[in-house]
Nanobody, 126 residues
Framework: QVQLVESGGGLVQAGDSLRLSCVAS????????MGWFRQAPGKEREFVAAISSTGGNTYFLDSVKGRFTIPRDNAKNTVSLRMNSLKTEDTAVYYCAASGRTWSDRIFRSGWYDYWGQGTQVTVSS
């Protein structure tokens, strides 16, 4: 049974930093590309960042480029989302996702991912 478990969410102030973690089990983690998505109240889920299985490729939502990074540790089955200079518009539930498909320009699409975590809330106050 595949499980993705996110942690690290919370309430922070604008300008602060936060690190989300996602621990995977039940799959061969090193074979999966990993992504982070978020969903704000009343909005559709949107792509935030992705990293290829080897860590050699990363992609980011334009609005988070330069502020977020997505490191992964294949030895610990973990992918993180390091968020700096947080803004109120970053407030959302953040989801970790895993894809065993071929790396492609579909990494931005939620349907490309096979497994999802339950989400962790990030709230950024002004």
């Amino acid at each position: 049974q595949v499980q993705l478990v996110e942690s690290g969410g919370g309430l922070v102030q604008a300008g602060d930093s936060l690190r989300l973690s996602c621990v995977a089990s039940g799959l061969t983690f090193r074979n999966y590309h990993m992504g982070w998505f978020r969903q704000a109240p009343g909005k559709e889920r949107e792509f935030v960042a992705a990293i290829s299985s080897t860590g050699g490729n990363t992609y980011f939502l334009d609005s988070v480029k330069g502020r977020f990074t997505i490191p992964r540790d294949n030895a610990k089955n973990t992918v993180s989302l390091r968020m700096n200079s947080l803004k109120t518009e970053d407030t959302a539930v953040y989801y970790c996702a895993a894809s065993g498909r071929t790396w492609s320009d579909r990494i931005f699409r939620s349907g490309w991912y096979d497994y999802w975590g339950q989400g962790t809330q990030v709230t950024v106050s002004s």
